[in-house]
């Protein structure tokens, strides 16, 4: 019964290994295949079923004719990630923890008609936005440049982190804040020193979520930048030609995945170690 | 001291209404209550947790209402264990003598005594995680009392916690008071027991309200209200309706002698009060019996009365079986009379 049901359990993390981790590797392989190899029917394993090339991997790194340069629209794509998402992620938990511990009420206009406010934004089709935003950039003259885009991804990003952290903070028992006012420490202080280190693993979430957001977005890159702040995502695109290069596109797909994928490895263990275990029965 | 005058909160769950008590200093007053009766409230209130709508609450004459929680003077235990999960149970202890101002050395000094005090020393690099539900109450016990505050509250701290340590843990209450002579301890407790052996005062609330606050052997000899009357003991004081007529207690259609010393009240309805301990087996009276369970050392036998329910305490373990008839008797002399609306009107002659 244990064997069977053991061998049963282990076909099926094989099947569903072998769903995740086959695009990667169908990509990997395309990705050292040249023209001829792609043109020749299916084959996926090197040296036996085609010759590799590293053709696809060179022309990232090259210039003009030759390919396009990766490293510049990585850069900005990097920046204007990370930027975006740790000003999200610092503006967006001050505004969730507000939320989640004091009430507010303007006329009609409580705690969660703000909330819903936040969340609103992502509601909107973006190209309802795009104008909008093209429009602001342009009179503050900040179209294709990492500001402009910073500053537009942080309101993209912003309504996330607060939905996130205002779910997570409630979560958190409100006694924790207070005894820690008890033990002498001011509202904030209280935040600082006792809620937010037990807020790891809705940091990590709301993080990962800002950076896969702000990291794969395409639209908005592609509306408001022009050639000078190309982000990663409208290069793939750019690649396209009359001759659509798949080994380029792959190793390109397979570089701007990456990062998001060593990131989630990396955190991972602190979504489970952000536990409030022992804090109250 | 610690004044209460006139005050109300406007807490949706439980208000606090119209409170007012002078708590002196260097005594340990224990709330009691029932679950819901506004002890946490109470104490969530002094503590400045929850606004007070009306009234004034003052500490030594200075108004407390305006100060924030962090200048109060007070320590807290929660009932629900609270702890900082993220720190070590000595940084734990630690915490609030820091935000006090003490050294790193001098902090960690108090604080292992204060682990030492509720029985942790040793543990002080686990995390609260790591520890059963009674040791991270000491934790939280330690926390409090690590800080020599002024006042001490204390909200059903050791319902958690095994016998022995409730015991140990009682016995050092008065010994934390004996070290700050200014110091107020407020414990509340839902056991008439523990409320008596513990304070030095009692103050007894029911629906977000003071019903009566003194000595706990007064408050026991001679309950204010029949509300108080059921709270003060455990089995509780059983209340059944009757009447005085003719010079005698009348309970449904059985007719009682008074005690000589027992002053009767106008002939009319009363409530009657009779304790656990004033039935005994034996007698001309006939009751069924309901329940009985064993406390260890005593039997609580819930009796049907031709005048209404009751409760029993028969000393030692004795077989009673659910709708047995049983011949019992009723001692008067420890009987209570309430008026209609429920006030105390037991009077008793002066032997003298």
């Known amino acids: 019964m244990g064997r069977t049901y053991n061998i049963i359990k282990y076909l099926c993390l094989l099947a569903w290994t072998t769903f995740v981790v086959f695009p990667f590797l169908w990509a ?3 990705s050292f295949k040249d023209a001829n190899a792609i043109t020749s029917g299916a084959r996926y394993i090197p040296w036996v079923e085609f010759e590799p090339s590293v053709q696809g991997w060179t022309s990232l790194f090259a210039s003009g004719s030759q390919g396009i340069n ?8 990097a920046s204007v990630t990370l930027l975006a998402s740790i000003v999200s992620l610092g503006l967006g938990t001050l505004a969730a923890y507000g939320l989640s511990r004091f009430s507010y009420k303007a006329g009609f206009v409580k705690n969660s008609d703000i909330t819903f406010f936040f969340i609103s934004q992502r509601i909107m089709p973006p190209i309802v936005l795009a104008i909008p935003f093209f429009l602001m950039l342009k009179e503050i003259q900040a179209l294709d440049t990492i500001f402009g885009l910073v500053i537009v991804y942080v309101a993209l990003l912003l309504p996330i982190a607060v939905w996130v952290m205002t779910d997570f903070f409630a979560s958190i028992p409100k006694e924790l804040d207070e005894m820690a006012m008890i033990d002498g420490c001011t509202p904030i202080g209280a935040f600082f020193s006792v809620v937010l280190p037990n807020s790891t693993a809705g940091l990590v979430v709301a ?6 957001f702000g990291w794969n977005d395409f639209f908005f890159a592609f509306i408001l930048t022009f050639t000078e702040t190309q982000l990663l995502p409208v290069a793939i695109v750019s690649l396209n030609s009359s001759v659509t290069p798949w080994w380029s596109l792959s190793a390109f797909a397979l570089i701007s995945v990456t990062p998001l994928a060593l990131i989630a490895i990396v955190v991972e263990r602190f979504m489970s170690r952000g536990s409030l275990a022992g804090a109250f029965r | 001291m610690l004044s209460l005058k006139n005050l109300s909160t406007a807490d949706r769950k439980r208000p606090l209404s119209n409170l007012n008590a002078d708590l002196e200093s260097g005594k340990i007053y224990t709330i009691l209550g029932r679950t819901g009766a506004g002890k946490t409230e109470l104490l969530r209130t002094l503590m400045g947790l929850d606004d007070i709508a009306e009234g004034h609450l003052a500490l030594d004459g200075e108004d407390l209402s305006k100060r924030p929680v962090r200048k109060r003077q007070m320590s807290m235990v929660y009932q629900q264990f609270i702890n900082y999960p993220h720190l070590t149970v000595l940084k734990n202890v630690v915490f609030p003598l820091r935000r006090q101002g003490y050294s790193v050395e001098d902090a960690k000094e108090r604080a292992l005594a204060a682990l030492s005090l509720v029985g942790l020393a040793g543990f002080e690099d686990r995390m609260p995680s790591e520890l059963s539900g009674g040791q991270q109450q000491r934790v939280a016990i330690a926390r409090a009392i690590v800080k020599k505050s002024r006042i001490l509250l204390m909200d059903e701290p050791l319902a958690n916690l095994d016998y022995k340590l409730r015991e140990k843990l009682r016995e050092e209450f008065p010994r934390l008071l004996a070290e700050n002579a ?5 414990y509340s407790t839902t056991e008439p027991a523990e409320a008596m052996q513990l304070g ?8 977000g309200q003071i019903l009566a606050k003194g000595a706990p052997e007064e408050i026991f000899e001679a309950p204010a ?3 108080v009357a059921k709270l003060i003991s455990d089995p509780p004081v059983s209340i059944v309706d009757g009447k005085v007529a003719a010079g005698r207690i009348i309970l449904g259609a059985t007719e009682f002698t008074p005690p000589p010393d027992l002053v009767l009240p106008a002939n009319g309805p009363v409530h009657v009060g ?3 301990d004033a039935l005994s087996v034996g007698g001309d009276t006939t009751a069924r019996v309901v329940l009985a369970e064993f406390s260890g050392s005593d039997t609580i036998v819930h009796l049907s009365l031709s005048f209404g329910s009751a409760v029993m305490l028969v000393e030692g373990i004795h077989e009673f079986v659910p709708d047995q008839n049983v011949s019992v008797s009723l001692d008067t002399s420890s ?5 209609a609306e429920g006030k105390n009107i037991t009077e008793r002659r002066s032997n003298g």
């Open chain 1, 207 to 212: 993080g990962m979520f800002c950076l896969i």
């Open chain 2, 225 to 227: 209200t029949v509300e």
């Open chain 2, 335 to 339: 009987l209570l009379l309430f008026s």
């Open chain 2, 274 to 276: 009779i304790r656990p």
């Open chain 2, 182 to 186: 200014d110091g107020i301890i407020l």
């Open chain 2, 200 to 207: 030095h005062e009692m103050i007894v609330m029911h629906e």
């Open chain 1, 70 to 77: 990766i490293v510049q629209p990585f850069l900005n794509s």
């Open chain 1, 28 to 30: 990997l392989s395309t």
